[in-house]
């Protein structure tokens, strides 16, 4: 069964005016089809304003849909009796950090989730240990979180999202605020929780870097999602992806300005091993 499944998912902003007639209709998700099975790495681009955190927020139950059916581990997201279920299977990381963290030591702001929860305080440390541990963060329990890099905060985030123990986590743009070192340090941690504890990861971002390990990616343009497939049959439309107003990995488009220029280079090279091991092939 899938573990994510939006189908035909319509999400309409309505905006009215004091007296209650609609002013304007901003149709955010336009009958979007999403199916997403448990333990993948799935990856959504899209350039501003095309639907993603729209999309992300519903898999969290924050919104419902106007129309269409989205379904979090079997659970429709409409069903308001389904709502702890959902929050529970998919938690959410945001772009702030500063914004996600509410104690003023580490180990406490990680244990709140399942405190909140009414979890037995021996599993509660159970818990926080593990998190901690899975994000590369247990030696920083005792530290207070303001004193961290922002890429260690987030890191701290999302412990406090594993804390709670869900099958799946939904990160929108959970890099966007950090420097190029923290990046780093947050994908390899959401990398680790999706290899070794098997939890299925939604990673919304605008850095092509960050895409090229994931199982699907999904291109969302105006509300539609306009490409599926894995990342070397995404990055081999480099011209689809211009015209959706995306980047390309630099590895990608050196290839593939080398191949418009007459070498016999394939399309979808995403690392620089790829590349230099063909380029020595055709030196030989
Ligand atoms: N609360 C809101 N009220 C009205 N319109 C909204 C609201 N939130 C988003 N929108 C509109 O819905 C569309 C999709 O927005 P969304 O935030 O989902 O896009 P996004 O892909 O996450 O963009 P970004 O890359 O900038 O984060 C946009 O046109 C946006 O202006
Ligand atoms: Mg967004």
Redesign the pocket.
């Known amino acids: 069964m899938s573990i994510i499944e939006a189908k035909q998912l319509v999400h309409e902003?309505i905006?009215r005016d004091e007296e209650g007639n609609v002013e304007s209709i901003?149709t955010?998700l336009d009958h979007v089809d999403l199916h997403v099975e448990p333990g993948q790495f799935i990856a959504i681009l899209?350039?501003?304003?095309?639907?993603?955190?729209?999309?992300a927020k519903h898999i969290n139950a924050l919104l419902m849909p106007n129309e269409g059916t989205l379904y979090v581990d079997g659970k429709d997201t409409k069903d308001e009796k389904n709502i702890w279920d959902v929050r529970q299977t998919a938690g959410m990381v945001f772009q702030n950090p500063d914004n996600q963290i509410i104690a003023s030591v580490v180990e406490e702001d990680v244990g709140f989730g399942p405190e909140n929860i009414g979890v037995p305080t021996e599993e509660i440390w159970q818990r926080v240990e593990k998190s901690l541990r899975s994000v590369g963060m247990w030696e920083y329990r005792a530290h207070s979180p303001n004193k961290l890099s922002g890429g260690q905060k987030q890191r701290v985030a999302i412990a406090g999202v594993m804390a709670m123990q869900p099958k799946c986590i939904v990160l929108d743009?959970p890099t966007a605020m950090l420097d190029p070192c923290g990046r780093k340090e947050v994908l390899r941690a959401v990398h680790e929780l999706n290899r070794k504890c098997g939890v299925t990861i939604i990673l919304?971002t605008?850095y092509m870097e960050e895409v090229v390990d994931a199982d699907q990616i999904f291109v969302?343009d105006e509300?539609h999602i306009v490409m599926q497939g894995t990342p070397k049959k995404i990055f081999s439309d480099v011209e689809q992806l211009k015209k959706y107003r995306l980047d390309v990995p630099q590895i990608t488009l050196l290839a593939y300005e080398l191949k418009k220029e007459g070498l016999p280079i394939p399309d979808g090279i995403l690392t620089r091993e790829e590349l230099v091991k063909i380029l020595e092939q055709q030196v030989k």
């Open positions: 902003y905006r901003q955010a899209g350039h501003n304003g095309s639907g993603k955190s729209t999309l743009e919304i605008h969302m509300g």
